[in-house]
């Protein structure tokens, strides 16, 4: 599991540029037997027909990354940019960058005569020059290898969200039986609008949806208040700011946790969202939910992870769609 996690998240993939990361998912589940289709806006999606008598259920983890794209280059070779997806200044400065061929750079600040005057468009990056490196409109991401403490913490980027597509293939690796007609998807531009969510969920039309992303924690110094933390198991996510989960969805996880003791916590979120936030309105609407993994550092190169959270996500959601639906 951790040898596939740093595949994951060491492959480029930023919000429409998921092609590689695709291509890794697939072989993954065409060694399961599984033969994956890739719709028009780059979806990656299966389908595990179960038994009989069950909920057609969507499960959705997205493949692209947050990213950089190159808006101006001079010269000199200094690359202007804009931000694709959520990203912060200060998170930015100093930072190792990653384009598609390989080239590399770092991320420096013209002179500031005060710090508060940081901002994006006070950044630019620096490939080494002198000739441009780079040319305008294309992507890069943060480059920052997968690392662990020795134990059971693992800290990359990206694991926003590979680290979902993680529990969503191991979880499709584990599931002997299911009642229930289970579709996975594996979407592109979440990190820009959950734009493939709401193909994937147009598409697939299920009955019950789950989206699998990770969630921030309230476990570090002066943290926003939250009741989730690193190695407390599952969240079970109650609300976010797109998505007020349903409540037999919140049932359905609640009691498949509590029936084979897994670890797991309840996760108000009050900021952000996930691709169930696009599915559940899709169509005549979807009873929609999340398995989050807690996650510190959220939409930086350090993003942590905790790997019994990582398992309890798997556990949870293989009982879950083990027996029918309460």
Known sequence: MKDLLARLTDTFG????????????GAELEAMGQRPLTDALGNLVAVLPGRGGGARILLAAHMDEIGLIVTHV????????APVGGHSPQTLLGQRVRFFDGTTGTIGAER????????????FIDCGGPRPAVRVGEMCAFAA??????????MSHA??????????????????????????AFTVQEEVGLRGARTAGYTADPEL????????TGDTPKARTMDVSLGKG??????????????????????????????????VLEFGGTDAGAIHTVRAGVRSGAVSIPCRHVHTPGEMVDAGDVRACVDLLVEALTAPLP
Request: charge should be negative; aromatic fraction near 4%.
């Open 74 to 81: 001079d010269e000199h070779g200094f690359a202007r940019f």
């Open 14 to 25: 930023p919000s429409g540029r998921e092609d590689a990361v695709r291509r890794v998912i």
């Open 234 to 267: 599952a969240a079970i996510k109650v609300r976010d700011n797109s998505l007020l989960a349903h409540p037999y969805v919140l049932g359905w996880l609640r009691g498949a946790a509590e029936r084979r003791g897994i670890p797991h916590q309840m996760e």
């Open 159 to 184: 694991m926003d969200d590979r680290v979902g597509c993680l529990v969503l293939l191991e979880a499709a690796r584990a599931l002997r039986d299911t009642p229930h007609e289970v579709h996975l």
């Open 145 to 154: 290898p997968m690392a662990s403490d020795g134990g059971d913490r693992w």
């Open 112 to 123: 500031l005569d005060d710090p508060k005057d940081l901002r994006i468009d006070r950044l």
């Open 209 to 216: 949806a789950l989206a699998i992303d990770v969630t921030a």
